[in-house]
Nanobody, 115 residues
Framework: QVQLVESGGGLVHPGGSLRLSCAAS????????MSWYRQVPGKERELVAGITPAARVRNYADSVKGRFTISRDNAKNTVYLQMNSLKPEDTAVYYC????????WGQGTQVTVSS
């Protein structure tokens, strides 16, 4: 059974930082492209960042370039999202996704940026 478990969300002031983690089990993690998405109520889920299996390619939404960094540790079956210079518009539920032929999603973690 595949599980993706996100952690690290919370409440942070504008300009602050958070690091999200997504721990995967039940799949061969090193063969999956991993991505972070986010969603706010009433809007579609949007791609924030993605990283290929060997971390050779990383891509980011324009809105987070230069502020967020995606990374992975294949030995720990974990993908990370370092979020710096957070803005109120970054407030959302953040989801981890694993994709190859199959696609798996985590349950999400809430990030709230507010003063």
């Amino acid at each position: 059974q595949v599980q993706l478990v996100e952690s690290g969300g919370g409440l942070v002031h504008p300009g602050g930082s958070l690091r999200l983690s997504c721990a995967a089990s039940g799949l061969t993690f090193s063969t999956y492209t991993m991505s972070w998405y986010r969603q706010v109520p009433g809007k579609e889920r949007e791609l924030v960042a993605g990283i290929t299996p060997a971390a050779r390619v990383r891509n980011y939404a324009d809105s987070v370039k230069g502020r967020f960094t995606i990374s992975r540790d294949n030995a720990k079956n974990t993908v990370y999202l370092q979020m710096n210079s957070l803005k109120p518009e970054d407030t959302a539920v953040y989801y981890c996704k694993a994709s190859r032929v199959q696609v798996y999603w985590g349950q999400g973690t809430q990030v709230t940026v507010s003063s």
